[in-house]
């Protein structure tokens, strides 16, 4: 395969860290990551990982800075960028929305202007190969009725701070290829699960308070419905459209797996009962709490598209991919325990208002 350059922003969080594993593990690319290494990152995971000494290479900056993103970008000269730098969590996004605005937006704001730049002085040949992929969520569509499911063309919808921010920075990824020809793909995609995830998120944190014999907490009823997708399947769908994709087309990723909350948690603990049994059932701890302000019913993704046109399916079924998950957060304790200390988060409620 041609040696590729990929500049990936936010490649040590979740999603970016997973991306960065598999890039590394499948491929003789370079990684050039921006980050910011912010409370949910965690550099240390990839720097342990084989070859990262050799093909990754970290540049901890903020993408605020636009004059650091852009000598970044010029100097690293990138085939292929991959931006996956935000701030990710709803509840966060009630707290502090502002730090939602710059990173989400102006964040983005720079990396494309950037882009351009260094696009822009590309030789012709150069030209015709660069991609810029924007990696977003299908919580830009809003909220769905029970039996519906969101593609490439639903309307955007936004809810949250975190959505609204999201929406606007694919919007500026569109404009700046509307406006300037700038060669980008977009990719929505719906909730991910898998290792690495930071311990504020439904599934770790679920896992997490079980195995401390705490109450595991429930917005509201437990009725809101998501589409789960296994990281590496997200991961996957990520790199297909980045090589293969149409230039300026959306692709909707999605697990085809819908659950609803308390369904999930009700999964999790089945398999906390057959690894390490307790004298009651898990699913005992399970407590309804008051509801998230503005609770989206339902995110769900019809994946047509992308497997009619790139022949992209997510392969993981939910139960085989929570039986891993749990395993890992099981074999992994002192990952959690780096990170809490790291961010000073300890799983209390957060987005209250
Ligand atoms: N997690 C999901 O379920 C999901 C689903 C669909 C789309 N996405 C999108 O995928 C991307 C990655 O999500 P994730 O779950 O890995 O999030 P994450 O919070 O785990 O990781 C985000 C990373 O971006 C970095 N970052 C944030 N702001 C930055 C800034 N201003 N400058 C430089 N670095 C910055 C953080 O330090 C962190 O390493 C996001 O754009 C998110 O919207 C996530």
């Not at 000269?77 to 996004?93: M, T, W, Y």
């Not at 990173?103 to 991609?131: M, V």
């Not at 000073?344 to 208002?353: P, V």
Request: charged share 25%; with cysteine; hydrophobic share 35%.
């Amino acid at each position: 395969m041609k040696e590729l350059n990929i500049l990936i922003t936010g490649g040590a969080g979740f999603i970016g860290g997973n991306l960065i594993r598999k890039i590394l593990l499948s491929t003789n690319f370079n990684i050039i990551n921006i980050d910011n290494l912010g409370y949910a990152s965690d550099i240390e995971s990839i720097n342990n990982f084989r070859d990262s000494n050799k093909r990754h290479f970290l540049h901890q900056l903020d993408l605020k800075n636009y004059a650091q993103v852009l000598e970044v970008v010029k100097k690293s000269k990138p085939d292929l960028i991959i931006h996956l730098a935000a701030e990710s969590h709803v509840d966060r996004s009630l707290d502090n929305p502002f730090a939602f605005i710059e990173s989400n937006i102006i964040g983005t704001f720079n990396i494309l202007q950037a882009s351009l730049n260094y696009y822009s002085n590309l030789s012709a040949s150069n030209k015709k190969t660069f991609r810029f992929l924007h990696v977003s969520t299908d919580e830009v569509f809003g909220s769905l009725e029970e039996n519906g499911k969101f593609n490439e063309n639903t309307r955007y919808d936004p809810k949250s701070p975190y959505s609204a921010s999201k929406a606007s920075s694919d919007h500026l990824v569109r404009a700046w290829h509307n406006s300037y020809n700038l060669p980008i793909l977009i990719t929505n995609c719906s909730n991910n699960y898998g290792p690495y995830q930071f311990p504020e998120k439904l599934i770790p944190l679920s896992i997490l308070k079980a195995l401390n014999g705490e109450k595991i907490p429930i917005y509201g009823t437990g009725g809101n419905i998501r589409d789960w997708i296994h990281v590496d399947d997200h991961v996957n769908g990520i790199l297909e459209v980045a090589l293969k994709g149409n230039i300026g087309e959306t692709y909707c990723i999605g697990g085809n797996c819908e659950k609803t909350n308390l369904e999930l948690i009700q999964i999790i603990c089945t398999i906390l009962d057959q690894k390490i049994p307790m004298k009651k059932p898990y699913s005992d701890l399970i407590e309804f709490v008051k509801d998230r302000p503005g609770h989206d019913l339902k995110y769900s993704i019809n994946t047509n598209f992308i497997e009619n046109e790139l022949g992209w399916t997510p392969k993981k079924n939910i139960y085989d991919g929570l039986t891993e998950t749990v395993e890992w957060y099981l074999e992994n304790k002192d990952w959690t325990s780096r990170m809490q200390k790291k961010s000073g988060y300890k799983g209390e409620r957060l987005g209250k208002i």
